[in-house]
């Protein structure tokens, strides 16, 4: 440190703000959203209404949660023009990429700015937001596979249309198992929000320079895809499926983790803030074997992650570091129970953590916070004079 200025390389011992959104107890284990467990969220809540009270404080009573739903509905259309953008990209190109220069193109369609102040300005640009991303994130894999880009169904739920807008196709009507979309929507909802985590402080430091609520979101985007954040739990299967690959020995990568080579980890363990069980890890836990067994599914990847944490949660090296299985850690072995591509894991994330960035992008400039400009603890050269290239 020199003078005033203290470095905290990842902010591990910084706060950026305060907010009232979502409450961590590391040390327990507790999440809770507006002061309600996720526990009970999970269980009782739909993900429309835990958005609702993510982004407005509050539960919503029936009528506002089914205005809620039908105001989403109004702005479902995404502009025809949009096609033409996502055209432009290979199909090679990773879902996460596309999702975040589709979600700024975004603004092009809507370049009013939002004045966080004005509810009614607010909420509808909450509704749009919901609206639209749910359709272009869809729409990244609907690229990807060389399927027609379709519409949102505005007869069908939020969750539903998630489903419907992936898989189905003009040669048949698809009809999702509700079992999937309960499972898909609980999902959402323990992805909802997670207070300074590395993409929402993004969303947050983009906000603070007054950039567009689109534009916050996509740097969001481009953040998570990141593998050490919600990239992993697209790492964790191609983990799995390696060790699988490999003949199932987990020792051999507990091992190769222990040993940093070539700075090995395993993929969905550990947390900034959870030094104990990640609680949505727990809940997605007992969700995979649920799923699995109502969609008749015997992954011997969901064999080896268990096989893996045993392994790890008996072993020093992991202990000693309190690295416990997180939420990216068994979601993936849900997603691809339900036929989601393990390149589209991370997009889901990101849909179920849109609400949460929604909502602390809004408590940022409702409270009015400054825009973010940390300093630095300068340790490059001191004065030098101009050289000519001639005498370089
Ligand atoms: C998410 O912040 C959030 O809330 C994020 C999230 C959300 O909802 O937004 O919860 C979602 O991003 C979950 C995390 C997903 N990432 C992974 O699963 C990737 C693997 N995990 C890590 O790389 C790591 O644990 C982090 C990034 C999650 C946390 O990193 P920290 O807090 O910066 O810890 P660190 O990198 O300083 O590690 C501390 C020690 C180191 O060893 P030593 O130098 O002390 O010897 O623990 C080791 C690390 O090498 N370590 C691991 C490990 N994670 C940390 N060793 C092996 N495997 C791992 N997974």
Same mark, same amino acid.
């Given at each position: ?115 966080? /102040? ?44 998630? +489903? ?31 207070? #300074? ?48 690959? /490999? ?19 395993? +993929? ?7 030094? /104990? ?60 129970? +339900? ?12 849909? $179920?953590?849109?609400? $949460? ?6 408590? +940022? ?10 300093? #630095? ?16």
């Amino acid at each position: 440190a020199s003078g005033a200025i203290t470095i905290d390389p990842g902010y591990k011992n910084s706060g950026s703000c305060t907010s009232e959104i979502t409450f961590l107890d590391g040390e327990e284990g507790i999440l809770r959203y507006r002061g309600y467990s996720i526990e009970e969220l999970a269980d009782k809540a739909d993900f429309l209404e835990v958005s609702y009270l993510l982004i407005f404080g509050e539960l919503p009573t029936a009528t506002q949660l089914e205005k809620f739903e039908n105001d989403i509905r109004k702005h479902t259309l995404v502009s025809e023009e949009m096609k033409s953008i996502i055209d432009g990209f290979p199909r090679t190109a990773h879902p996460m990429g596309v999702l975040a220069s589709l979600t700024s193109a975004l603004t092009a369609f809507n370049p009013k700015p939002v004045n966080p /102040n004005n509810e009614k300005e607010m909420y509808e640009a909450v509704c749009k937001t919901m609206a639209k991303f749910l359709v272009i994130a869809t729409w990244t894999y609907r690229k990807k596979m060389g399927y027609p880009l379709n519409h949102y169904d505005n007869s069908k739920g939020y969750v539903e249309n998630f +489903m419907s807008l992936m898989f189905e196709l003009p040669t048949g009507s698809y009809k999702p198992d509700p079992k999937v979309i309960d499972a898909l929507d609980k999902l959402f909802i323990l992805h909802a929000d997670h207070e #300074q985590n590395c993409s929402t402080s993004t969303v947050r430091i983009v906000g603070s320079s007054h950039a567009g609520l689109f534009a916050s979101i996509s740097a969001g985007v481009s953040a998570l895809w990141g593998p050490l954040h919600g990239g992993a739990n697209q790492a964790v299967l191609e983990m799995l499926q390696e060790i699988h690959d /490999n003949g199932g020995d987990v020792d051999k990568y507990v091992l190769k983790a222990k040993d940093k080579e070539d700075s090995f980890r395993l +993929m969905g363990f550990g947390h900034r803030v959870y030094k /104990n069980f990640d609680p949505r890890a727990t809940i997605i836990k007992k969700a995979a074997d649920d799923v699995l067994v109502t969609l008749g599914v015997d992954d011997p990847l969901l064999e080896i992650a268990k096989k893996l944490e045993k392994v790890a949660l008996e072993d020093d090296y992991f202990k000693s570091r309190n690295l416990y299985p997180n939420v990216d850690f068994y979601s993936g072995i849900i997603y691809r129970a +339900m036929g989601i591509p393990v390149e589209m894991f991370t997009v889901l994330f990101a849909v $179920g953590r849109l609400p $949460g960035w929604i909502a602390q992008w809004k408590e +940022m400039r409702v409270n009015k916070e400054p825009i973010g400009r940390p300093r #630095q603890v300068y340790t490059g050269y001191t004065l030098r004079s101009f050289k000519e290239v001639k005498d370089r």
